[in-house]
């Protein structure tokens, strides 16, 4: 079994932020699966679907962003998943929008989900997929910035990056890490 977290904050105050994009990232995933419905347990949304011979497990952790880690750990005790069996999305502030990048492992990067997930399954093997937002402009705090929605024109590169991202989650289930990396990482992508 494979599981896809997208991080994000839970309400409708939060959605289409720049924050929820690992949320988004599984609803285009569900809407290509035709996921109708998720299930709440483990505090957190969960949908399922099988591709490439593996079962993918949609998690979208209930808990606000900064605790993260207290659904992922929960999920990875009831299944005995190793951390490897985890793809992690989530916004990147360090990434100009709509650049994805993929990698098995690091440190989180100033990202405050991801590093709730690190610490709570205690290691930094855990790959993860992050999305570019952008820097905030001057003036801005990063909180008040991730929290805010895409302009026009930033909206037509996530809606490509998020498209993108699903592609490369199932090339991950399909065909590995090194696979769905060189696909993911790649200038054109």
Known sequence: MKVVVGLGN??????????NVGFDVLSE????????????????????????????LLVAPQTF???SGRCVAALVKFFK??????MVVCDDMNLPVG????RGAGSAGGQKGLQNIIQSLN???????????GRPPAGF??????????????????????HSAASGIECWV?????????QVNSPES
């Open 10 to 19: 839970p309400g409708k105050k939060y959605e289409r932020t720049r924050h």
């Open 29 to 56: 995933l569900a809407g290509w699966h035709n996921i109708s419905s998720f299930k709440s347990q483990f505090e957190a949304e969960l949908g399922e679907f099988s591709f490439a011979d593996d079962k993918v």
């Open 65 to 67: 962003m900064n605790l």
């Open 81 to 86: 998943l190793p951390s490897t069996d985890l």
């Open 99 to 102: 650049r994805l990048r993929m």
């Open 123 to 133: 290691t930094q093997d855990i790959p993860r997929l992050r999305i570019g937002v």
């Open 141 to 162: 705090s990063g909180a008040d910035y991730v929290l805010g929605r895409f302009s026009p024109n930033e909206s037509e590169l996530i809606t490509q990056a998020v």
């Open 174 to 182: 399909q065909n590995g890490l090194e696979i769905a990396m060189n």
